[in-house]
Structure formats: structure tokens, C-alpha cells
């Protein structure tokens, strides 16, 4: 379950407002916190739980998220 917080991707947070990727101009893009369960340590140190990925507000992941435990 990835968590999908308020605030969208800009890489200057003083500059526009919305953010621009290059490769796919015209989609809206969010901020999308979580690891993955599938991954091994040695070789998806990039999906830990701190990790913040760009992604489009209608992609679905059934890997990537975070869980709480008590």
C-alpha cells in the first residue's frame, strides 16, 4: 500500500507550483512514499520505507507501501 501524501513533486520548492518532467510533460505527478516487500537488501537498497518516488495520481503498486506494527 503506497502512501500518497499532500504535496506534489518539485524539485525547487521556491519555483512553480507544479512540476515538469521532461519525459512526459503533460501528466500530473505526486509524491509516492513506501518501500517495497519484494526486494532483497542487497539490491533495492532504493525502495527502503524513507524512500520518495514520483508516480502518476492513478498508478496502482501492490508491492510498495509501509505497514504499522505495534
Known amino acids: 500500500y503506497a502512501s500518497w501524501p499532500q ?3 518539485v524539485r525547487n520548492p521556491t519555483g512553480p507550483p507544479f512540476s515538469l518532467d521532461p519525459a512526459e510533460p503533460f501528466t500530473a ?3 509516492m ?3 517495497s516487500f519484494l526486494c532483497n537488501d542487497d539490491y533495492c537498497s532504493g525502495y527502503r520505507v524513507s524512500r520518495r518516488m514520483k508516480s502518476s495520481p492513478d498508478t ?3 508491492h510498495t507501501g509501509f505497514r504499522c506494527v505495534r
Open 7 to 9: 504535496n506534489t513533486v
Open 29 to 31: 505527478k505526486r509524491v
Open 60 to 62: 496502482g503498486l501492490n
Open 33 to 35: 512514499r513506501g518501500g
